[in-house]
Each structure stands twice: as C-alpha cells, then as structure tokens.
C-alpha cells in the first residue's frame, strides 16, 4: 500500500504544470504600457466622459442633454488609447471650469499622453534590445605584471615615459631598456 502512496504522488509531481516564465520587470512595464496604448473600451471612454461632465454641467441640464452630450463627446475625441484618455481625463477633472472646455482639453491632454506612452515603450524596447553591457573591472595594481623589456622597447618614447612615471617596471627593468635605446642610437648615428 506504501508503494501506491509514492507511485501515485510522483506522478501528480509529473503532472503539474511548468512555472510560468519569469518576467523581467523591463518586460513588466512593457505590457503595462501595451495594454494602456489599447484603444479604449466604449463603457470607460463614456465613465471617463461622465467623471469630466458631473463636475461641471450645469444644474439645468436634464439626464437626456447629459446623454446626448457623452455620445457627441464620445464620437469627437474618437478611438483613443484607454491610458491616454483615462491621464486626459484626470487632468481634464482638475483644469475645466465650463462644459465646453472638456473635450477639447480632453483631445490636448490625450495627444500628449499617447506620446508619452509611445515614447515610453519605444525607450523600453530598446532597453530590452539592447541590454547594458557588464562591466569590465579593470585589473587592480597588484594583479598586474610589470612591462618586460620586449615590451617597453615595442612602446612609443612617450608611452615608456608614462610607463617609467606610473611605475609599471622595475629601475633595472628600466635601466635595460635604456642600455638598449642607447646603443641602438649609436647604431643609427654612425659610430662603426
């Protein structure tokens, strides 16, 4: 019977399901700003509209004026990204004093939403393309090794001189190389 026990939970093991891929959070934010760029669904473009004209309409308005005016409203600002309307609206809510204000501030304010969101992404894809490259610690002093004399007699006189003052040799090593430049100079200068 105990075997039947171990059997039957090592294949529920089996059975479950992979853990979802793991999202980095550039990959989060993506899809947060995908789905705010969605165009608008007409039951929130309408509760936004309405959030916008209750602050202002005018006591005399009757159910049926407000009505008519959120499908006008509705039509004028088109298909619009759910994200931008809804920042529009937000800041629609916070500047209109008049009902004839709404719509064309809520058409100023998506424009510039929609941009940013846009830009937004389009900073995040590249991100995403283009990941930050690890960076190379540069060798500490105490890793490095001297020049040898093959190597400082290879260098231009000023990167020996940059060698020499920063200390990446040895006085003897130095002192070789100096050895060294000077006969082959006599060399060069004539002396047989």
Known sequence: MGDMTSHRASDEQRQQPSPPLVLTELERRLA????????????????????????????????????EWLKVARVTIGDVSQGALQAACAECRKRIRRVSDIVPTIVEEAETAAGRLYRQRDNIRWQIANPPRPMIEAPRAEDAQPFTVDELLKMTPDLRRIARRNGFASDETFAEVDRIMGERQDEVGGTS
């Open 32 to 67: 947060v700003i995908q789905s705010e760029l969605q165009t608008v669904q007409p039951k929130q473009a309408m509760a936004e509209l309405a959030a916008c004209l209750t602050l202002v309409a005018p006591s005399g308005m009757s159910a049926d004026d407000r009505t």
